[in-house]
């Protein structure tokens, strides 16, 4: 186990991606826990997908945060790509602690919107490096911890599982597995030159109430009570380590609070203070037993009626371009360093989501 090097009570994080939903999520988790604390989120709250969901997301932390007035919370609308604005931000508040999940996410928009990933996963996330290289001009204390979202898309379509942080990861087959593959690189490069102590973590299929709409279980939803018809990829023959959001935000939590020692190497120069893991279930689900989950949570929170014809608005659809086959995590350094693997079993977590749903959507 690695013994906690950081106290989150009283520390400035900056959280970028605030009002997304892992973001919001653990900006929530930690005024819970962690007040009293001082959090600033930036999010540029654009239309990948529904935005009124996010400004939902942004109401509960504002909520939540005047119920907590020994902490303090700032919001600030803004693009990570924009370097001047990053740089103001860092001037200004002197985070401790960055969590970086401001991204463009997804793999199939990302071959119709190559442009908006270079912008904000490579541009951003670079604008991010360098604010963090730059807190320790003048022997300011600076950022004592770096953390970042990668995602199991930079697995690609190895054939090993279950994915492990020690397998090659250089063949992404989407723009968006690359540039989180990339963003690892440059942490990596800057963690080695600049001493910035850094942990990247491979996200495994998030999910959960509040969720992001353009993920499957979210649209499957949509579509079915809209009558439409779902199509499921690659004949349901695709496997998922579907992770349950309070188990994503427990592990960022453990993690954000141990950053990787700064050592000497034998010749005497700084090893990078760098480190990757995988968050995931630990336990792939096939798509087809996952959609029925899914439809038996609907039909018990009662967002769909029992009698719902689910079969035929079923079909089954070849793979899509980006897409793997499989996702699977494999979380023993996760386990061994902090004591912690997702344990949120499907039923769980798709009932939680069906439920907020229902009330959501007021069905
Ligand atoms: N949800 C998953 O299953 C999953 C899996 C693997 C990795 N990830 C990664 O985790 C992170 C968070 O994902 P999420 O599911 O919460 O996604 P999300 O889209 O809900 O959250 C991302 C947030 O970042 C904001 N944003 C995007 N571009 C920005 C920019 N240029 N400047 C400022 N804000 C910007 C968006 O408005 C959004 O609110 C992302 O980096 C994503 O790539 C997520």
Known sequence: MR?????????????????????????????????????????NLNEYYDVSIKEYRLKQIETLAAKHSESIWTFIKGN??????I?????????????????????????????????TNIIGFYNILEACRHSYDNDEPGV????????????????????STDDKVDNPVSLYAATKKSN????????????????????????????????????????????????????GKCKRDFTYIDDIVEGVMRVMQCAPEKENGEDGLPLPPYRVYNIGNNQPENLLDFVDILQQELVRAKV???????????????????????????TTPLERDFGFKPSTSLRTGLGKFAEWYKEYYQV
Do not use: C, W
Request: charged content about 15%; glycine content about 8%.
């Open 87 to 119: 740089e103001q931000i860092f001037k200004g508040y002197q985070p401790a602690i960055v969590v970086n999940l401001a991204a463009q996410a997804g793999v199939r928009y990302s071959i119709t919107n190559p442009d908006i990933y270079i912008e």
């Open 304 to 330: 769909l009626p029992a009698d719902y014809d689910f079969e035929s608005h079923k079909e089954l659809a070849p793979m899509q371009p980006g897409d793997v086959p499989i996702t699977y995590a494999d």
């Open 144 to 163: 004592k911890h770096l953390v970042y979202a990668s995602s199991s898309s930079v697995y690609g379509s190895n054939k090993k599982i279950p994915y």
């Open 184 to 235: 690892e690189l440059l942490a990596h490069a800057y963690s080695k030159l600049y001493n910035i102590p850094s942990t990247g973590l491979r996200f495994f299929t998030v999910y959960g109430p509040a969720g992001r709409p353009d993920m499957a279980y979210f649209g499957f939803t949509n579509k079915l009570r809209e009558g439409k018809t779902i199509q499921i990829f690659n004949y």
């Open 80 to 85: 990570i790509a924009d370097k001047s604005l």
């Open 3 to 43: 013994i906690p090097n950081i106290e989150l009570r009283n520390m400035t994080i900056l959280v970028t991606g605030a009002t997304g939903f892992i973001g919001a999520n653990l900006v929530m988790k930690l005024l819970r826990s962690a007040s009293p604390v001082n959090i600033v989120g930036i999010d």
